[in-house]
């Protein structure tokens, strides 16, 4: 099958690309970035998504499936604008491309952050519940509008099969992600008297969790997750970190300070508040299990950033 993935020189996108080259598949990615030792059957096209020369790749490559993995959090893009730019945009013009070139199926790999942290959520988030906390948190409202634009994609491209998957967590030895960047540093700071359930998986799952949509070709909204989840204070120590319990006033006064991790203030809630999601329904439809368990991933990501305490 030819597939396309936008997005392909992120650690994932170039992990699910090398996976699908293997099965036989024909790959073709669009990236600004590099993708560093991509392999001969792999085509790389170092182009802006939302410029004519990523159209122009769609329509000479005739895309059968695109896996959508070209948006961005807080932590990988300065400023608002940016972000709405690459992920709203971007998001747009892949469905656009898809309905006009062709594509039978398009994956839109989103983030479980959608659903927001507060004190009154569920403890397990369906996938038909609204995103939440978007007044205090509003660097997340450019990835809840792309996940709300994909999923429109559904009633507005019958024809499309379209599948968004709202991914928790990543940890694993390549150090991605914005639970990873948290976790960098040797002393990781939590918010005293709250202890929330944080839900990952290892990195290998997680493309693992996307081939399995692609292969069973999916339609419709799921929630992603891997293991159980665990408390941050547990995930702080069984890392090789250090927890440090500060007040909420300190918190928010010593982000990006004292080696501390430079948080958006919005973020404070996911510090306190847990987000959980129920995978069932993507379990059940995909056939998909997790091979590594939350110990595993957790040791793995301490071996590959060890820390010394001091």
């Known amino acids: 099958m030819r597939v396309l993935i936008p997005g392909i020189s992120g650690v994932l ?3 699910v690309a090398v996976t699908l080259a293997e099965q036989g598949h024909e ?23 939302r410029k004519r020369a990523a159209e122009d790749v769609f329509r000479k490559f005739r895309p059968e499936a695109v896996i959508h993995m070209a948006t961005v959090s807080h932590f990988a893009a300065r400023g608002h604008e940016e972000r709405y730019r690459i992920n709203l945009g971007g998001t747009r013009a892949v469905f656009d491309h898809c309905v006009t070139y062709g594509a039978k199926q398009c994956l839109f790999v989103g983030r479980h952050t959608y659903y927001g942290a ?3 959520a569920p403890l397990y988030h369906s996938e038909a519940e609204p995103p939440m906390g978007l007044a205090s948190f509003p660097e997340l409202a450019d990835l809840v509008s792309a996940d709300l634009y994909a999923g429109s994609a559904l009633w507005r491209f019958p024809k499309l099969d379209t599948a968004v998957l709202r991914m928790c967590y990543t940890l694993g030895p390549s150090g991605h992600g914005t639970l990873a960047t948290f976790l960098r ?3 990781v700071p939590v918010i ?9 998986m290892h990195e290998l799952d997680v493309v693992g969790a996307i081939v399995a949509a692609f292969d069973a070709r999916l339609r419709g ?5 891997g293991p159980q989840p665990v408390p941050l204070t547990v995930l702080v120590r069984e890392t090789g970190r250090k ?4 007040p909420e006033f300190v918190f928010s006064q010593s982000l990006g300070r004292f080696g501390l991790p430079k948080l958006p203030r919005g973020a404070l809630d996911h510090i306190k508040y847990p987000i959980v999601m129920d995978s069932t329904p993507f379990r059940e ?8 368990d939350e110990v595993q991933a957790m040791h793995e990501y301490k071996q590959a950033y060890p820390c010394r305490q001091g």
């Open 13 to 15: 996108g170039r992990m």
């Open 285 to 292: 439809a995909s056939g998909f299990e997790p091979r590594i």
């Open 118 to 120: 507060a004190p009154d």
């Open 221 to 225: 909204v799921f929630n992603v997750a």
């Open 192 to 200: 005293l008297g709250f202890d929330p359930l944080f839900q990952f």
């Open 185 to 187: 540093g040797p002393r």
């Open 27 to 49: 790959v073709v990615g669009i990236d600004k970035r590099r993708f560093p030792d991509a392999p001969d059957t792999i085509e790389v096209h170092h182009v802006d998504l």
């Open 243 to 246: 927890v440090v319990p500060l």
